[in-house]
């Protein structure tokens, strides 16, 4: 089977359990939402496994100083910094290949506010709370991977010069974390979740909405973190507050989230 192939089938089944699994009460008033949030999560599911498989088999030995590894003086010097130009330059690529599912997931969540509440909007209007929103959502998401990336990066060498490894091992061992498929779907379930929820609640501020109802889905695989803003009603503009976690704006609140939100109108 070939390597694309591998990848539509490990996509595909991870749709079908999403698909299977409940979301808050508040999609049952958009149920199409729902099935678009669940085809862009595995859009964006393929995209990720797709970069981060360009980035080990193109471009990851550049951010690794192998000589210095050879050398096993200095373990910080052999990861490039953050600040290094070519983090930037694999910022850009990272946001080539998010960048339309985040924007569509978006505009999901703002064309859901539409239909949900019947407070239709200009087109335009649409587009641009969409695309203000979106980028927004892309940056933080921009930094935060760069960020994570670098740590795995720079952790996995550690270990290997722990270990003793050459660089061939050293190699195996780093490329085999970043691509690993499993960082692609936590990534995108929870960035679908979000992109979702922030269009939803950018459209509820534009709309008019004065209030924000949390609505979690109570069941045996309910987070503590869910359960506890389950209800919570606080104003358009504020946070959601729990012991575990604060500032959060609008589901989800951690990875696989399944709540939704209300907006409340005067």
């Given at each position: 089977?070939?390597?694309?192939?591998?990848?539509?089938?490990?996509?595909?089944?991870?749709?079908?359990?999403?698909?299977?699994?409940?979301?808050?009460?508040?999609?049952?008033?958009?149920?199409?939402?729902?099935?678009?949030?669940?085809?862009?999560?595995?859009?964006?599911?393929?995209?990720?496994?797709?970069?981060?498989n360009g980035l080990v088999n193109e471009r990851i030995n550049t951010f690794i100083d192998w000589n210095e590894y050879r050398?096993?003086?200095?373990?910080?010097?052999?990861?490039?910094?953050?600040?290094?130009?070519?983090?930037?330059?694999?910022?850009?690529?990272?946001?080539?290949?998010?960048?339309?599912?985040?924007?569509?997931?978006?505009?999901?969540?703002?064309?859901?506010?539409?239909?949900?509440?019947?407070?239709?909007?200009?087109?335009?209007?649409?587009?641009?709370?969409?695309?203000?929103?979106?980028?927004?959502?892309?940056?933080?998401?921009?930094?935060?991977?760069?960020?994570?990336?670098?740590?795995?990066?720079?952790?996995?060498?550690?270990?290997?010069?722990?270990?003793?490894?050459?660089?061939?091992?050293?190699?195996?061992?780093?490329?085999?974390?970043?691509?690993?498929?499993?960082?692609?779907?936590?990534?995108?379930?929870?960035?679908?979740?979000?992109s979702y929820g922030n269009g939803l609640l950018d459209f509820g501020k534009d709309a008019g909405a004065t209030h924000k109802e949390w609505q979690a889905?109570?069941?045996?695989?309910?987070?503590?973190?869910?359960?506890?803003?389950?209800?919570?009603?606080?104003?358009?503009?504020?946070?959601?507050?729990?012991?575990?976690?604060?500032?959060?704006?609008?589901?989800?609140?951690?990875?696989?989230?399944?709540?939704?939100?209300?907006?409340?109108?005067?």
């Open positions: 089977m070939s390597k694309s192939a591998l990848i539509n089938e490990y996509v595909n089944l991870s749709r079908l359990i999403r698909a299977g699994e409940r979301f808050g009460p508040a999609f049952e008033d958009d149920p199409e939402s729902l099935r678009k949030m669940i085809k862009l999560e595995a859009k964006l599911e393929r995209d990720l496994i797709k970069y981060f050398r096993r003086v200095v373990k910080a010097a052999i990861v490039d910094p953050m600040s290094d130009d070519k983090w930037k330059r694999e910022g850009k690529i990272f946001k080539q290949a998010v960048y339309d599912s985040i924007y569509l997931g978006t505009l999901n969540g703002v064309s859901a506010g539409i239909n949900i509440y019947s407070l239709p909007l200009a087109a335009d209007d649409v587009i641009g709370i969409a695309q203000v929103s979106a980028k927004k959502h892309a940056a933080k998401l921009i930094t935060q991977t760069n960020r994570n990336t670098r740590k795995m990066i720079n952790r996995s060498v550690q270990t290997s010069l722990d270990l003793g490894e050459t660089v061939e091992q050293a190699s195996k061992r780093v490329n085999k974390i970043v691509k690993n498929p499993t960082r692609s779907t936590t990534i995108a379930r929870t960035e679908t979740v979000n889905v109570l069941d045996s695989n309910t987070s503590p973190i869910c359960e506890e803003l389950d209800s919570q009603v606080v104003k358009i503009d504020a946070t959601f507050e729990s012991s575990f976690d604060s500032g959060i704006e609008s589901p989800g609140a951690h990875v696989n989230c399944r709540s939704s939100m209300v907006l409340i109108f005067p």
